[in-house]
């Protein structure tokens, strides 16, 4: 049972490249999140997904899209990267409503630089 | 307004006492869960415990317990027994409603001292 896995570990990007990040989990859960983790501002929601093919924004949304198109994946796209996307970014699944079941369970983390 | 505050950046703790770990929320909503997660130095996120905003009793598990103070919008971490291992990050949380948002603090960093 490996829970919430998450690639890369690690990218590197320069400035106006793009790139996906794979959040995949094999737990059956319906909500699906991706974070941001910043030093001194703590984790701050991107866009969440309640379900197959459905995806809301978060809190900072703004240079990011996201798609669900498999309950088991979600996936965080990076269209044209920016200096200040740096960060670590955490995909976190739960059972939610459904399920009576809201702790989230968080993937490993990715660190990207954009230089 | 911040939906969590967390106002410890930094606490230290002798080993084998009990540390309370604060935390207070922001809602008008009825219905909300708060959780406490753990990031130790190798970057995991690891749950802890979770209070739903209609539970009578406070959360215990194992070690962990949260002291829910509702009319004071509190939900406090408490570690008892302090372990070595029990040095890292925390932070608390809150589901807001019905809702899939999750807020997150900025967290306390906890030194456990031999």
């Known amino acids: 049972n490996a829970g919430v896995t998450q690639t890369p570990k690690f990218r590197v990007l320069k400035t106006g490249q793009s790139m996906t990040l794979l959040c995949a989990q094999d737990m059956n859960h319906e909500y699906m999140y991706w974070y941001r983790q910043d030093p001194g501002m703590g984790l701050r929601l991107i866009h969440y997904s309640v379900g197959e093919g459905t995806t809301a924004k978060g809190e900072v949304p703004d240079g990011y899209n996201v798609s669900r198109l498999k309950k088991q994946n979600f996936l965080l796209g990076l269209e044209s990267a920016a200096p200040s996307q740096t960060s670590v970014y955490f995909c976190?699944?739960?059972?939610?409503?459904?399920?009576?079941?809201?702790?989230?369970?968080f993937g490993p983390g990715t660190r990207l630089t954009v230089t | 307004a911040q939906k969590i505050t967390q106002t410890q950046p930094g606490m230290f703790v002798q080993e084998k006492e009990a540390v309370t770990l604060d935390c207070t929320y922001d809602?008008?909503?009825?219905?909300?869960?708060l959780f406490w997660y753990k990031q130790p130095s190798s970057g995991e996120m690891i749950f802890l415990i979770y209070?739903?905003?209609?539970?009578?009793q406070n959360a215990t598990e194992g070690r962990y317990s949260l002291n829910f103070q509702k009319a004071r919008k509190s939900a406090n971490l408490v570690i008892s027994a302090s372990q070595l291992g029990d040095s890292a990050m925390y932070f608390c949380?809150?589901?807001?409603?019905?809702?899939?948002?999750?807020?997150f603090g900025t967290g306390t960093s906890l030194t456990v001292i031999p």
């Open positions: 209070q739903g905003s209609y539970d009578q």
């Open positions: 949380a809150m589901r807001e409603g019905d809702g899939n948002q999750f807020y």
């Open positions: 809602t008008s909503d009825p219905s909300y869960g």
């Open positions: 976190a699944s739960s059972g939610g409503a459904a399920q009576d079941v809201y702790e989230q369970y």
